[in-house]
């Protein structure tokens, strides 16, 4: 799918109903999303993000490292021994370069990039 179908995807699935003041998106039902990031799911607060109101495309890693450092993520997520590469924020294969939205997706679940080739676990990955 190009990027223009699916931007008019997007814009074709544009809720016009009312917004209710002081109401977060997710409370009336009209967006789904991670709980810990409600706070932001304000009307016309897509641009914390997506740095517009009128989001097209998933945000760029910088929106997600002004308040989610990777070297922090890496250390959380260490491994030791054998499995020192297993660390889904720097890994074997891409370090710690993977852009934030492969694997999690703050308005869809999404599982690990690595899960498409490996079978280890990541028990307390945040969809």
Not at 70 to 80: N, S
Not at 89 to 95: M, V
Request: net charge positive.
């Amino acid at each position: 799918m190009t990027l223009a179908a699916v931007a008019a995807l997007l814009a074709s699935t544009h809720v016009a109903a009312e917004i209710k003041a002081d109401a977060s998106l997710t409370d009336q039902g009209m967006m789904d999303g991670r709980s810990y990031h409600q706070k932001f799911y304000k009307k016309d607060n897509c641009k914390v993000c997506h740095g517009t109101d009128a989001p097209s495309v998933r945000p760029a890693d910088d929106a997600c490292l002004k308040c989610h450092k990777v070297d922090k993520l890496a250390k959380k997520t260490a491994r030791k021994g054998e499995e020192l590469w297993q660390n889904p924020h720097n890994n074997l294969h891409y370090g710690k370069e993977v852009p934030c939205t492969v694997c999690h997706g703050e308005h869809e679940a999404k599982q690990p990039l690595c899960n498409d080739c490996h079978t280890f676990k990541f028990t307390k990955h945040k969809q």
